[in-house]
């Protein structure tokens, strides 16, 4: 029923467009819609109507560069942003040539799980991030790894791994494999459970490998997605991440300055995930409490701000699947549709005069 009902409004309303902009221009080009395209396309039109409209306006950031026994320090103004020309040049001034004093060194323990396993559209989401394939592609790419016996079935909705997979197979499979060796034969001699994400589909489980050597050779793109399927897999069996958050508190009278830094403790989970856990970390200066430090550079540089950062093809199918428009398996489809159809310029969705 449902198709039937989209079946006849697209092909109604897309007459329509068509010969209303035949009247209207004088030209003839099919103009197509749909239930969940026609939709898709205004999020965009909105968009691009909030970026039009978008005032830019003037911001100082305060930079400083410092020194401590030679050694070099980057160091952030408290406020991020200040209003005026006037007060940045104030606060300039201010503090040139100045010797500030550590008032304060804090440390704070962050905990961070696993992420969920993969579902159709978070494998497209990371898959976009990190290799640039769109939503359609990635499907398109996660179907034929299906068809060669490397992974489950992609189109799921599924954070979830159920007791009834055999885990302890899928691991020992992929422990015969040379680039996956080493991590596979370290979680099968832990408690092999993995973490769970919070959706669910009753048809079928979140996206994980089979184990299985795929029976044909696997073309670059497809390892490159493959690796992303097993390296997810393993990481929600690691243990958490625990990284330490590292702040130095800077006074110099009545203005304030810090300095952060990052360390992991504990790998976790990322040591699988490998190649797409972006983080890096970032040693704190040798400093401590009470010691003098000399402002040797201080400036303001003019800034402004931004608009609304227009659609990719990751972020719309987000926003879609966030709306409950299409399903699954449509929704990367009618996110290529946008642009293929003429409506959007580029990767980032600008509206065309068509759209």
């Known amino acids: 029923m449902r198709h039937e009902v989209d079946w006849l409004y697209g092909i109604n309303m897309t007459r329509a467009l068509t010969l209303s902009i035949k009247k209207a221009a004088g030209w003839f080009k099919i103009v197509s819609t749909g239930r969940v395209q026609g939709p898709s396309l205004s999020y965009v039109a909105q968009r691009e109507k909030e970026i039009n409209l978008f005032v830019p306006l003037p911001y100082w950031m305060i930079q400083v560069v410092a020194h401590h026994n030679k050694e070099e320090l980057e160091l952030e103004y408290f406020k991020k942003r200040i209003p005026?020309?006037?007060?940045?040049?104030?606060?300039?001034?201010?503090?040139?040539?100045?010797?500030?004093?550590?008032?304060?060194?804090?440390?704070?323990?962050?905990?961070?799980?696993?992420?969920?396993?993969?579902?159709?559209?978070?494998?497209?989401?990371?898959?976009?991030r990190h290799m640039g394939y769109t939503p359609s592609r990635t499907l398109a790419l996660a179907q034929s790894l299906y068809l060669n016996s490397a992974i489950s079935y992609p189109r799921t909705s599924s954070e979830q791994l159920p007791d009834t997979l055999d885990f302890k197979t899928i691991l020992t499979g992929l422990s015969s494999m040379k680039d996956y060796a080493t991590m596979a034969k370290t979680i099968l001699k832990g408690p092999i459970k993995p973490i769970q994400g919070k959706k669910t589909d009753p048809a079928h489980p979140a996206i994980h490998p089979t184990g299985e050597k795929p029976a044909k050779k696997l073309t670059p793109s497809e390892k490159k997605l493959y690796d992303l399927i097993v390296r997810r897999f393993f990481s929600v069996f690691g243990d958490s991440l625990v990284k330490d958050h590292l702040r130095a508190d800077i006074v110099c009278e009545n203005h304030k300055l810090y300095t952060r830094g990052l360390q992991i403790q504990k790998m976790g989970w990322a040591e699988y995930y490998g190649p797409f856990f972006k983080t890096q970390e970032k040693a704190l200066p040798d400093i401590k409490e009470g010691d003098s430090i000399h402002l040797t550079s201080v400036g303001a540089e003019e800034k402004h701000t931004l608009p609304p950062a227009r659609f990719n093809p990751a972020s719309l199918l987000k926003l879609l699947e966030r709306e409950n428009l299409g399903t699954k398996s449509t929704r990367s489809r009618i996110v290529d549709s946008v642009k293929s159809r003429g409506y959007t310029i580029g990767d980032n969705f600008e509206l065309s005069t068509l759209g």
């Open 84 to 128: 005026t020309m006037s007060d940045g040049k104030a606060i300039v001034e201010s503090l040139s040539g100045r010797t500030a004093i550590v008032d304060k060194i804090s440390k704070r323990a962050v905990t961070q799980q696993p992420h969920p396993p993969f579902n159709l559209s978070s494998l497209q989401s990371e898959a976009y």
